[in-house]
């Protein structure tokens, strides 16, 4: 089977790794990839994977069998449709159902429709009526900008006055086209975590459970950033926890979906704030979550080419997970000054040293190579993941290779996994 994964970062870098074990995979591109897929995958830098007619062509030219949609730009513009269209067998929702992550107000209106547990909410075109509401309610409140915006777009806000200058900034146009319209949700409390299901428009299968460090510094403290970390199991999603995510959130879900004639299939990323053992959806992303793909993907290995593929051809009631009783985390080491201004192309030294096996992998998320030195071209640089009996296991192994790189332009936290670890 010759696969085509689209993406560049450390999710794709991880998504390679894992299809490559499985003996089905035989030419394995991935587009436009990095210096550490380079090293296992054939890597086209050039395609540009959100032009649906470019990604269809290449795929024809290159006799792909399976192709993979990493990231959610791609999903938006419709990519996946063209290439179901053309006839390819595609992991990935439909530009349709991607709705899912690019409108929360659409999200919102199908949780109510298929009376799914979430935070009450409202939608506004306008500041004076979204202002009025803030004014009713109260704070603490959360306003969203309903679109895409990268991961910015969220304001919890603990004052009134947080949460009318959120509104202020939205409609002044300061995320875009994203803000134009605002949904304004009700507060809620509890602990987060993520719970991954593949779809293949009627049955949800659940491929694991992770919670992720989305604060720049250790203790959760400073900016927020794409993840800094993340491990796998999530403690507090516990299997009585996930039943019920399962039963009452993620498949009234796709039945609401399949309803309206957009069924959905690919993977779900259901983001739940768990309160007392019941869940409540706070978001969903309609693809891996980054770097959380990659501590799921250290768990499952090279079954997950059988995964996803089922997934796409419509087979999940037939297919089954196979669990080892283990325990994966991810450290992410970036650029000093991310989420700020970073400087890109310092050099990383002392990476070919370090294992590379089935419980120590370190994933490249924004490297290039030059003249034959990796060095860095992102914020968020490697994912240094590992697995475990434990957790502990899991982190020592982690910071034991994270000792060894030799990269004085990056930094990590050194905490991740304090949850559960303390
Ligand atoms: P989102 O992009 O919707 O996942 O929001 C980003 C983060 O904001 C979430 O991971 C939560 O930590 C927080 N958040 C979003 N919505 C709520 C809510 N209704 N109540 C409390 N926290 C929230
Ligand atoms: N790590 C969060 C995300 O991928 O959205």
Avoid at 213 to 240: C, F, I, W
Wanted: with cysteine; hydrophobic share 45%.
């Amino acid at each position: 089977m010759n696969i085509l994964i689209l993406g560049g970062g450390g999710r794709e870098h991880s998504l390679a790794w894992a299809v490559k074990q499985n003996p089905k995979c035989d030419r394995l591109i991935v587009a436009p990839g990095n210096a550490g897929i380079a090293e296992i995958a054939w890597v086209a830098p050039d395609l540009d994977i959100e032009d649906g007619e470019a990604v269809v062509q290449f795929a024809e030219d290159n006799s792909v069998d399976f192709v993979i949609v990493g990231p959610e730009a791609p999903l938006a513009t419709g990519v996946s449709d063209d290439l179901r269209a053309a006839g390819f067998l595609t992991f990935g929702p439909s530009r349709a159902a991607a709705q899912l992550e690019a409108s929360k107000a659409f999200t919102k209106e199908v949780c109510d429709a298929a009376r799914a547990p979430t935070a009450a909410w409202a939608r506004f075109t306008d500041a004076a009526s979204a202002k009025a509401h803030i004014a009713h309610n109260g704070a603490p409140i959360v306003v969203k900008a309903d679109g895409l915006a990268a991961g910015k777009g969220v304001i919890v806000a603990m004052t009134e006055g947080e949460a009318t200058a959120a509104i202020d900034d939205m409609f002044s146009g300061q995320f875009g086209d994203a803000g134009a319209e605002v949904v304004i949700e009700e507060f809620m409390t509890g602990e987060e975590a993520s719970f991954f299901v593949l779809c293949d428009g009627t049955t949800a299968l659940p491929i694991g459970t992770a919670q992720d460090h989305k604060r720049v510094g250790e203790g959760d403290t400073g900016p927020n950033t794409g993840g800094m970390g993340a491990y796998s199991p999530a403690p507090v999603l516990s299997d009585g926890v996930a039943e019920r995510a399962l039963r009452e959130i993620v498949e009234p879900t796709l039945a609401e979906m399949a309803r309206r004639g957009t069924p959905y299939f690919g993977v779900l990323y259901v983001g739940l704030m768990i309160e007392n053992g019941a869940p409540r959806l706070v978001e969903y992303n309609v693809r891996f979550g980054d770097p959380e793909c990659q501590v799921l993907m250290m768990r499952l290995g090279g079954q997950a080419l059988d995964l996803m593929q089922a997934a796409a051809e419509g087979r999940l009631s037939e297919t089954a997970v196979h669990w080892a009783d283990d325990h994966a985390m991810t450290v992410v080491l970036a650029a000093r000054g991310y989420p700020g201004a970073y400087e890109k192309g310092s050099a990383i030294r002392g990476l070919e040293a370090l294992p590379e096996d089935s419980s120590n992998m370190v994933f490249h998320a924004g490297t290039r190579e030059i003249d034959g030195q990796i060095t860095a071209s992102g914020g968020r640089v490697l994912n240094v993941t590992t697995r475990g009996a434990t957790l502990a296991e899991a982190r020592d192994r982690a910071y034991a290779m994270i000792d060894a790189i030799d990269w004085p332009e990056g930094f990590c936290r050194r905490d991740i996994g304090w949850r559960v670890l303390g």
